[in-house]
Structure formats: C-alpha cells, structure tokens
C-alpha cells in the first residue's frame, strides 16, 4: 500500500534544509570562493612566469574573471597592464638597436606610406596593406594604440580596452583606469608639446586629487600620484615648446593667465590651496617670471610632494 507523508512533514523537513543551508552557505561560499581565487591566480602567475603570449593571457583572463572575487579580478587586470608596461620597456631598448623590425620598420614604413604621420587606430579600417592591417589589429586586441611623434610610430596602453572589465573590478581599481582611460583618449602632450588646454590639466588634476583622497591605500595610488605631480608641473610651467612662460619676454602666456584668473581656490583642495598663495606673489610681480615668482612656483610643488608623503 502507497505511503503518503503528511504535509506538514514534508514541510518541517524543507525548512530544515533550508536553515542548515542558510547557516552554513557564506562560510562555505567564502572558502569556496578563496580556494577559486587561488587556482585561477595560480594559473594565472605560471602564464606570466612562463612568459605566454599576450593574446593568450588575455584569453585566459576572459574565460576566468567571471569566477573570480573583485579582488581576485583586480589581480588579474592589474597584472595584465604590468605585462603590457614590461613589453613596452622592452621594447624601448629594442628601439635603440634597431631590432624590433615590427616597429621600426614594417609598421612605420607602411603607415607612412598610406597616411605619413596622421594615422590614427580609429582609421584601422583604412589600412590597404593586409600585413599592416593584420599587425595593428593584433596590437588593438592586446590593449594598445599606435601613436606617432618625432618621426616616429611606437605602441602605447590603451587604457580605453580595459573598461570592458569595470563590471568585475573594485571602485578603486575601476576609477584607476577610469582616470587613465582619459590619458589615452586625449594625451595631454607630444613632442615637448601640451596638446591640452590649462583649464583641461586643471579639470584633470581636480580628479586626480580627488582619487588620491577618496582611496588612500589603493595600490595604484602611486601610479595616480606620479601622474598627479606631473600635471602640477604641466599647470605651473608648460613644457618646452609649450612654456608657461613666453621665453622672451617671461611674461605669462595669454590661456594659462585667463585659466590661473578663472581657478576658484576658495573651493577646496590641497593643490587649491597651495596655488592661492602662488597666484598672489604672480598678480604682485605682473605675472612676469621673476626670481620671486620661481621660487613661489616651486614651494608649490614641494607643498603637493610633502602632502603625498604625509
């Protein structure tokens, strides 16, 4: 004869099981999720030791990220763009050389035969050459640019490919890449050259300074902070062939005195500050480059130093 269980049985047990998981899940889950993180990163390390080809870390990293925690992802994407940075030293010694045929002839003679030196990756596309196409295609799906300057076409980061993994990374490391993917959109200089307005380094140190506050112990804080101090040089100086200062004359350049009169130090903010103090002594010496001027202009840089040190 057919035994049927009463309800409330059926019931008593289901919520029994469903305590017990509920107890015990997170912990569970956590460990499960730390041994993840150890076998992907693991995996991950030998790929990197073993020095494996970009194309195939990067298909690693897509098959994985999804498994793994925030910060098992940061490792993987952060490690990536360390791999790239390394490439890129490497690759400057080769320059000197000559022996990275890829880049200083192949890629540079065909480019400058189809577009001399105004070729951007947004014209990829364009490319008539199959070598050259193929080449530069392989260098868009690794994470890099091409950009031409003095004379010459050389591979940067594009810090544009790495928003594809925001979703999977903490705030910090996201707002990182977030800051840098500006960097490679609009670079701020070539050539010796600022290729920005004053009010655009100004609008970029602001959120430069903003990341350094918000996430003290990140650990690309000293990325972001190198970054930082080279846009207070930028903002107080020029750079060679773009001075703040007319050469002749030292008289203060025309868009950087509208930008220094425009800036709102009273809004807050340590560079705001440091730089209210500096733009006093400049009204007084007639925004001329005095030897007052220069030595102000320096204790500026000093005080931003000193604060990042703190």
């Given at each position: ?8 049985l ?10 017990l998981f ?8 956590a ?5 993840q ?5 693991a995996e ?8 494996a ?6 298909a690693?990293?897509?098959?994985n ?5 925030k910060?098992?992802a ?7 763009e360390t791999r790239?940075k ?8 080769q ?9 200083t002839?192949t890629?540079?003679?065909?480019l400058?035969?189809?577009?001399g ?15 050259i196409?193929?080449m ?8 890099y640019?091409?950009?031409s ?5 050389f ?11 925001y ?9 990182y ?10 670079p ?6 600022l ?10 140190i602001?959120?430069q300074?903003?990341y350094i506050?918000?996430?003290?112990v ?12 080279r846009?207070?040089n930028?903002y ?16 203060l350049?025309?868009?950087f005195?509208?930008?220094y009169?425009n ?14 103090g500096?733009l006093?002594?400049l009204k ?8 007052k ?5 320096q204790?500026?840089i ?9």
């Amino acid at each position: 004869m057919r035994i049927v269980k009463p309800l409330f049985l059926i019931l008593t047990y289901l919520s029994v099981v469903v305590f017990l998981f509920g107890c015990t899940g997170p912990g569970s889950t956590a460990s499960e999720e730390k041994l993840q993180d150890q076998a992907v990163l693991a995996e991950f390390e030998r790929l990197m030791r073993e020095n494996a080809a970009e194309k195939e870390i990067l298909a690693f990293i897509d098959t994985n990220i999804s498994k793994v925690t925030k910060e098992g992802a940061n490792q993987l994407v952060t490690g990536y763009e360390t791999r790239q940075k390394k490439s890129l030293e490497e690759l400057d010694q080769q320059f000197a050389g000559g022996k990275e045929e890829k880049w200083t002839k192949t890629i540079p003679n065909g480019l400058h035969k189809e577009f001399g030196y105004s070729f951007s990756m947004q014209q990829l596309d364009q490319i008539k050459d199959p070598e050259i196409k193929r080449m530069l295609e392989e260098v868009r799906d690794t994470g890099y640019l091409a950009r031409s300057a003095e004379g010459i076409y050389f591979p940067v980061i594009d810090y544009q490919f790495y928003q594809q993994y925001y979703v999977y990374l903490t705030d910090d490391i996201k707002n990182y890449y977030k800051i840098m993917a500006v960097e490679s959109k609009n670079p701020p200089a070539a050539d010796a050259a600022l290729l920005i307005t004053p009010d655009e380094i100004l609008k970029r140190i602001g959120a430069q300074e903003s990341y350094i506050k918000d996430y003290p112990v990140s650990v690309m804080r000293a990325d972001i902070e190198e970054l930082y101090l080279r846009y207070v040089n930028f903002y107080l100086s020029g750079l060679n062939n773009t001075p703040a200062f007319a050469y002749n004359t030292k008289f203060l350049r025309k868009d950087f005195q509208e930008s220094y009169k425009n800036f709102d130090t009273s809004a807050g903010g340590k560079f705001a500050e440091a730089f209210s103090g500096y733009l006093e002594v400049l009204k007084n010496e007639n925004y001329i480059l005095t030897d007052k001027v220069v030595q102000e202009r320096q204790q500026v840089i000093e005080k931003m130093k000193q604060w990042l040190s703190a």
